[in-house]
């Protein structure tokens, strides 16, 4: 799933190379990612891109246009892209029968589309007046990376919770922007067991997943700036420590990476690192042993 690093290095580049482009024709591939219907998909047609932002994981295209102000905001969800075209394809988009979504031409010839693979299908496309209007954007809790979010900032965010610091951390209604993906990373660089109760967590504790979170994200949010849409995806991969690497070896430790599966994804950590050696249970080979 796109982060907040990818989600941000895919803003920069829009803001880069959409602005001041006006949107000449939106084509809705798959109808159940459109979210809303007023207003109309069709009032973007003649609008003109004026910034990009983001919001958490999901992008902001503001527009304007002689009767309307609307917002074209999209979320990626797990196995959703942004492809990128100078020149946009004249090929017929044939609903049902691609991996595309969304279909944006713009005044310059260029535009993109917004792809998903597999067949779960959560990528969602909306347009609005204003992106609070988007469930997901109004019930976001504060960005990791503003200027405002401190030290105590987290604590006040974890305190008191009774719940496993991992799902503290990828809930987007307490942190806006981190998954799967950037949690285990995180945590590793705290030296810190996904499954610590955040209540538990000490001063010195906070400290360290302070620190673990603000450098991380801004070292990928960094690594990602001024790569185009094509390169962003390995360029996350590269920058990754614990995640998705299973069964490699740990670049601080040595130990081996570990994995512990779930129903739809799985988390990395480094037992050496942050568990004191202990090997959390594989919660797929317990199910299969009972």
Not at 23 to 37: D, G
Not at 121 to 141: C, E, F, T
Not at 142 to 156: C, I, S, Y
Not at 180 to 193: R, T
Request: proline share 7%; hydrophobic share 40%.
């Amino acid at each position: 799933m796109p982060e907040m690093p990818e989600v941000q290095g895919l803003v920069d580049f829009l803001r880069g190379r959409a602005t001041g482009l006006t949107i000449t024709r939106v084509t809705v591939a798959a109808f159940a990612a459109l979210k809303t219907y007023d207003p109309p998909v069709d009032s973007l047609v003649g609008a003109e891109i004026t910034s990009a932002a983001r919001h958490g994981k999901f992008i902001d295209l503001a527009t304007t246009s002689p009767d309307a102000e609307p917002h074209l905001i999209f979320h990626l969800a797990k196995a959703g892209w942004l492809r990128w075209y100078d020149q946009l394809p004249a090929t017929i988009i044939r609903p049902g029968k691609t991996p595309i979504a969304l279909r944006v031409a713009l005044s310059d010839g260029s535009g993109f589309d917004l792809t998903e693979a597999g067949t779960k299908k959560s990528l969602a496309v909306y347009v609005v007046r204003d992106p609070q209007d988007v469930p997901g954007i109004a019930r976001l809790g504060p960005d990791p990376l503003e200027p405002t979010f401190t030290r105590n900032t987290l604590a006040g965010l974890i305190d008191g919770r009774r719940t496993q610091i991992k799902g503290v951390l990828r809930d987007q209604s307490i942190l806006a922007g981190v998954g799967n993906a950037y949690s285990d990373e995180i945590l590793h660089d705290a030296k810190m067991s996904p499954y610590a109760l955040a209540a538990s967590l000490t001063p010195e504790d906070i400290d360290r997943l302070y620190a673990a979170m603000t450098e991380t994200l801004a070292e990928a949010v960094a690594a990602a700036s001024g790569k185009p849409p094509a390169e962003l995806k390995d360029a996350k991969r590269r920058g990754m420590k614990v995640h998705g690497r299973r069964g490699e070896t740990c670049p601080v430790c040595g130990d081996v990476v570990r994995s512990v599966f779930f129903a739809d994804n799985s988390l990395e950590y480094c037992a050496t690192c942050q568990t004191g050696g202990k090997v959390l249970a594989d919660r797929r080979l317990s199910r299969l042993l009972k």
